[in-house]
């Protein structure tokens, strides 16, 4: 967590800046992906926005789903067993608690640094939207789109426009209509770059992925 008040206060004017950029469910709604921080907790960084990216138009390439993960309708509490205790010390997380909501959010856990590495939380939410349509509202920055796969499952990585260097999300194609958003969020002003946020980013993904296959 950044230590001086100079530096928490420009990283709360970016936050307030990032969750303008939120999607509405209409013109008029409440905010969808956005989560409140209270001290070290992760907020997901590649929020979703009204207005479809550049050449967002065409379909994503993505591989046949393996089988369907049982995400549809999953509350709070069952994401937050979707990262191991093993997993957890892996990605140097601990501590998970239901996601902060305001409005109409998705259902998601979070999960904070455990203070043994860079200060960066991972954050899981379900999307009751299918990967293609959902990754359109995404403001992606400027070539940090990719296509992956985790675990045979298509994905898609994704830095938000503005806030890059606040962190990197991975969309799993889980199921029909169903994606699993999992988001990495540096808290600290430094300690991971780009490729480093994103290899972790999918890292987590790959962790959840694999506990949801042995469900």
């Given at each position: 967590?950044?230590?001086?008040?100079?530096?928490?206060?420009?990283?709360?004017?970016?936050?307030?800046?990032?969750?303008?950029?939120?999607?509405?469910?209409?013109?008029?709604?409440?905010?969808?992906?956005?989560?409140?921080?209270?001290?070290?907790?992760?907020?997901?960084?590649?929020?979703?926005t009204s207005t479809p990216t550049?050449?967002?138009?065409?379909?994503?390439?993505?591989?046949?789903?393996?089988?369907?993960?049982?995400?549809?309708?999953?509350?709070?509490?069952?994401?937050?067993?979707?990262?191991?205790?093993?997993?957890?010390?892996?990605?140097?997380?601990?501590?998970?608690?239901?996601?902060?909501?305001?409005?109409?959010?998705?259902?998601?856990?979070?999960?904070?640094?455990?203070?043994?590495?860079?200060?960066?939380?991972?954050?899981?939410?379900?999307?009751?939207?299918?990967?293609?349509?959902?990754?359109?509202?995404?403001?992606?920055?400027?070539?940090?789109?990719?296509?992956?796969?985790?675990?045979?499952?298509?994905?898609?990585?994704?830095?938000?426009?503005?806030?890059?260097r606040l962190g990197c999300s991975?969309?799993?194609?889980?199921?029909?209509?169903?994606?699993?958003?999992?988001?990495?969020?540096?808290?600290?002003?430094?300690?991971?770059?780009?490729?480093?946020?994103?290899?972790?980013?999918?890292?987590?993904?790959?962790?959840?992925?694999?506990?949801?296959?042995?469900?």
């Open positions: 967590m950044v230590q001086h008040a100079a530096e928490a206060d420009v990283r709360n004017s970016v936050r307030v800046h990032r969750l303008g950029g939120l999607i509405a469910l209409t013109a008029a709604t409440a905010l969808l992906a956005g989560c409140t921080v209270n001290g070290p907790d992760a907020e997901p960084t590649s929020e979703p550049s050449g967002s138009g065409a379909s994503l390439e993505l591989p046949p789903r393996p089988r369907d993960l049982p995400v549809g309708g999953a509350q709070d509490a069952e994401i937050c067993s979707w990262l191991l205790p093993e997993q957890q010390a892996q990605l140097q997380v601990a501590r998970p608690r239901p996601a902060v909501k305001n409005g109409n959010n998705y259902n998601g856990c979070i999960f904070n640094p455990d203070g043994t590495g860079v200060s960066a939380g991972v954050a899981l939410r379900v999307v009751p939207e299918g990967l293609d349509a959902f990754v359109q509202k995404v403001n992606s920055a400027e070539g940090s789109r990719k296509v992956l796969e985790v675990k045979g499952f298509g994905a898609v990585q994704s830095q938000i426009a503005g806030a890059e991975v969309f799993v194609d889980a199921a029909q209509g169903q994606t699993l958003y999992v988001d990495l969020n540096l808290l600290a002003s430094d300690g991971m770059d780009n490729n480093q946020m994103c290899e972790r980013a999918k890292q987590a993904a790959e962790a959840a992925v694999t506990t949801l296959q042995g469900s």
